[in-house]
């Protein structure tokens, strides 16, 4: 007789279960226990397989442990001071530790473009990579502290609406030199290095309703 050709009937489990014979219900002995533990002193267990380790993973999900589960790891906890205690994340084993710029300048990159996580398939437009950068970021606000914060036409100190204007050369007209002077390079690394990009004096601070009325606002053109 093969074994598994016949299933037990759920009448036959029940009967079994609570039955004299089985442990249902019933737990080892500390005598029982020591020798168990004796046995298997030394011996190695094999590790569990991935497709097993994932299994048991699957089978915890949504699960809460019992009030008894709950009340004995209380207790093996109680009096133990937790590992992490007083820490906050793990800003606390790089206090006082800073980057150095050519370490800064390795990890830009490694995370530049396609290596970067938020990586979309190059759907940010060109014009809005270059003034989200860092170094336009600090061109924007060293225009301002030059300019006292202040609108240069009507002298308006709304800091939410102020914004920068080109003045000698148009965001366009900078991005067309870049691209005949530095042909051979890509095009937002080009920037970053063209200096006249970067002139500050180039820069004016201007109110939103003033920035409006110049020519140049809105240019929209295409790269």
Request: with cysteine; hydrophobic share 25%.
């Amino acid at each position: 007789m093969k074994r598994g050709k016949y299933q037990q009937t759920e009448e036959y489990r029940k009967k079994v279960s609570g039955s004299g014979n089985s442990f249902y219900g019933k737990h080892h002995t500390k005598k029982t226990k020591g020798k168990i533990s004796k046995t298997n002193k030394g011996k190695k267990r094999l590790p569990f397989s991935e497709e097993h380790k994932r299994k048991i993973s699957l089978s915890k999900i949504g699960k809460k442990l019992s009030k008894k589960d709950a009340e004995r790891l209380r207790k093996l906890r109680k009096g133990k001071t937790p590992w992490n205690k007083g820490l906050k994340g793990f800003g606390v084993f790089f206090k006082g530790k800073h980057h150095t710029r050519e370490s800064k300048l390795k990890i830009g990159i490694a995370h530049r473009g396609e290596k970067n996580h938020n990586w979309k398939g190059g759907v940010t437009p060109l014009r809005k990579q270059i003034r989200r950068c860092s170094k336009y970021v600090q061109w924007r606000q060293s225009v301002f502290i030059k300019d006292d914060f202040t609108c240069q036409r009507c002298g308006n100190k709304n800091g939410e609406k102020l914004e920068i204007h080109h003045i000698k050369k148009s965001f366009s007209q900078l991005l067309k030199e870049v691209k005949e002077y530095m042909p051979l390079l890509p095009l937002y690394d080009a920037v970053l290095l063209y200096t006249p990009f970067w002139d500050i004096s180039n820069g004016q601070t201007l109110c939103r309703e003033c920035h409006k009325k110049t020519k140049n606002y809105g240019n929209k053109e295409l790269l």
